[in-house]
């Protein structure tokens, strides 16, 4: 079945240093990727979303870049703000096909601590 | 933005009784979702819910687990009776059509006894 693998538990780093999370995915047909960030008493809530021109998806700084021939989707700030610190979700959904819904399929999540 | 509330935030209940999650959310979305995510692990899908119905299901939503949204109001995950493994926090969240943006609540820590 489709799968999200983030191999990072935790990843600590100092302030203004660049960003970068790893997500690889396996599925059965071309998923939209996303990263959601939750931070610390708040909900998950959408960060980036790969489109399906393969543009390159940007908000708050950071970027990521759907590479489906390594299935992969990291996340990467070229420097890194104390505000940062939250916990990093990948997560995959298959292309709307009929009325299922699409559900989302994530990863375990990664926790990035910015430090001064 | 847009919220999804969840209420409670956290609820300790002793195994073999009953529980319902409460999710106020957003007020035009459509699709409704529960997640489940237990200590340590990945969040996991376990139902939608649209026009009324449940769309899909995982293995997780077991027959102990109900979900319904009467007249438009919460949208509930009942779970009876609770066992031990339901202890995990659960995230509810909706959206207003599909390939829209998926909006989250902050979870309700449920912790089975």
């Known amino acids: 079945g489709d799968s999200v693998t983030q191999t990072e538990g935790l990843v600590t780093l100092t302030e203004g240093l660049p960003v970068m999370l790893n997500c690889t995915y396996q599925s059965t047909y071309s998923p939209f990727l996303f990263w959601y960030v939750q931070h610390l008493n708040e909900a998950p809530k959408l960060l980036l979303k790969?489109?399906?021109?393969?543009k390159r998806p940007e908000h708050q700084g950071f970027h990521a870049t759907l590479h489906k021939s390594s299935s992969s989707f990291h996340l990467q700030k070229s420097s890194a703000q104390l505000s940062d610190s939250a916990l990093y979700y990948c997560?995959?959904?298959?292309?709307?096909?009929?009325?299922?819904?699409?559900?989302?399929?994530f990863g375990i999540g990664t926790l990035l601590s910015v430090k001064p | 933005g847009p919220k999804v509330l969840q209420i409670p935030s956290h609820q300790i209940i002793d195994m073999g009784q009953m529980v319902t999650l409460n999710c106020d959310p957003v007020?035009?979305?459509?699709?409704f979702y529960w997640y489940k995510q237990i200590l340590g692990q990945q969040m996991e899908f376990l139902v939608n819910f649209y026009n009324g119905k449940v769309m899909e299901k995982s293995k997780l939503f077991k027959d102990q687990f109900s979900v319904e949204r009467p007249d438009g109001s919460y949208f509930t995950l009942k779970i009876q009776p609770t066992a031990l493994e339901d202890s995990a926090v659960y995230f509810c969240?909706?959206?207003?059509?599909?390939?829209?943006?998926?909006?989250f609540g902050k979870g309700t820590r449920l912790t089975v006894v």
């Open positions: 997560a995959l959904s298959d292309r709307d096909y009929g009325s299922s819904g699409n559900k989302l399929i």
């Open positions: 790969s489109f399906t021109d393969n």
């Open positions: 969240a909706s959206r207003h059509r599909v390939n829209t943006e998926v909006f």
């Open positions: 007020s035009n979305h459509l699709y």
